[in-house]
């Protein structure tokens, strides 16, 4: 999102990247098509999932970080960087940081999309993804890394605004102007591509008259209570007469991160408990940018689900936005996801406080978006409050942080 707007804000960009052969599951080769062709992209090598699965592990961050560290090598090593920046979730990469700058002098920024310690699971007695073992064992080196990757790094981009109070908490040296709030944007010239591309999912094809709803994104255990209040609203809905039993599919996709025949589905049983399961379809395995892109263009209405972490941002909402559909979003009050839609007006927003009882949840549903039907009438949005969540905004507010960052050279 960032490759077409950096270089009239000053910075010219090379991407490091595992090659699509190696990334196995990570791929999507469609995405490719809206890099800049001005770019350079560099790729190396990463140890072949096959061979990992069989020590039971697959993590990318895990098979490619040698390959990943010799090949940032001979890039600095050339010279002409200012700056090293970390965009991704692989967080075992980011050790690199304070490699490059003890060799090359070269600072780094951490763009942290999720936390890298990560207490929830354990604090309310959820089983992670992966399982409790393999979780122990990845936040025990997270733990490890973390403070010294931070300590180091030049700035700290994180995309909820809970982040930055909960790591100076952690670690008491890191001052808050070390730290920078900027969630993903919403890419407009993506939403063109995908629409001038490709083809309507065949699963929301408006042959049978139904109306589609689409969810699109992974579904953790923290958005549990949220989708239950909302079945429960649906069925309200139904019984009472408001919604045709026989009207609605309820679609949702890519709810889990593994592809293929790893993806498990976490949403059609919530659906059989809440009475729903008629109208549910819940495809599990993970779906393209684009392709994801497509499902929320061809929808009737668009759903988006928060989580009982006040903390909880979705940047996946801008997407959603600039679909330009009926929108429903319910999340706590304290997300930032809240702010949004009340700035931008782009739909209906529910939200919920920490205990809130789920009956208490479903009845907001049910009063905000189901009764008075508001999923029939396309929002009026603001675009000129929009546009400082799009792409091209957010890029400046990273490009100006990068000439800060820049000039910096924290001690190892």
């Not at 589609?212 to 309200?236: E, L």
């Not at 889990?256 to 008629?278: I, M, S, T, W």
Request: charged content about 25%; overall charge positive.
């Amino acid at each position: 999102m960032m490759l077409p707007h950096l270089e009239q804000h000053g910075w010219s960009a090379v991407v490091l990247c595992v090659s699509a052969e190696d990334s196995e599951d990570a791929r999507d080769t469609e995405l490719l098509r809206t890099v800049p062709a001005v770019t350079e992209v560099v790729t190396c090598r990463a140890i072949p999932e096959r061979w990992t699965r069989r020590l039971g592990f697959g993590s990318l961050a895990l098979r490619s970080a040698l390959f990943l560290g010799a090949a940032g090598d001979r890039l600095l090593r050339a010279g002409g960087f200012d700056l090293v920046f970390f965009s991704t979730t692989e967080f075992g990469v980011l050790s690199l940081g304070p490699r490059w700058l003890r060799r090359f002098g070269v600072p780094f920024v951490v763009d942290l999309h999720d936390p890298w310690v990560n207490p929830y699971y354990v604090e309310n007695n959820v089983r992670p993804p992966g399982g409790r073992f393999k979780h122990t064992l990845h936040q025990a080196a997270a733990r490890r890394q973390e403070e010294r990757v931070l300590r180091n790094a030049a700035h700290i981009i994180a995309v909820s605004r809970e982040y930055p109070p909960s790591l100076m908490r952690r670690y008491s040296t890191l001052p808050e102007s070390r730290f920078s709030v900027v969630p993903f944007g919403g890419a407009r010239r993506d939403f063109e591509f995908a629409r001038q591309t490709g083809s309507v999912p065949a699963a929301i094809s408006p042959v049978d008259g139904r109306r589609n709803w689409v969810y699109a994104g992974n579904v953790n255990p923290a958005m549990f209570k949220v989708i239950r209040a909302f079945f429960f609203a649906f069925r309200t809905a139904r019984e009472s007469g408001i919604l045709d039993p026989d009207s609605v599919h309820l679609h949702f996709v890519g709810t889990d991160y593994a592809p293929g025949k790893r993806a498990r589905g976490r949403v059609a049983q919530l659906a059989k408990e809440c009475g729903v399961a008629d109208n549910v379809h819940e495809y599990p395995e993970r779906v393209g940018y684009l392709e994801t892109a497509r499902w929320l263009l061809n929808a009737d209405a668009l759903l988006v689900f928060g989580s009982e972490e006040p903390g909880y941002t979705a940047s996946k909402l801008y997407p959603y936005i600039l679909a330009e559909k009926p929108l429903l979003t319910v999340f706590h009050e304290a997300s930032s996801v809240t702010d949004v839609m009340r700035e931008t007006s782009a739909g209906v927003s529910v939200t919920f406080g920490t205990g809130t009882p789920i009956e208490e949840i479903a009845r907001r549903v049910m009063d905000s978006w189901f009764v008075p039907r508001r999923y029939s009438t396309p929002p009026a949005t603001s675009w000129e409050a929009f546009h400082r969540y799009s792409a091209e905004s957010m890029t400046e507010r990273v490009a100006r942080i990068f000439d800060g960052a820049a000039l910096a050279r924290p001690a190892i």
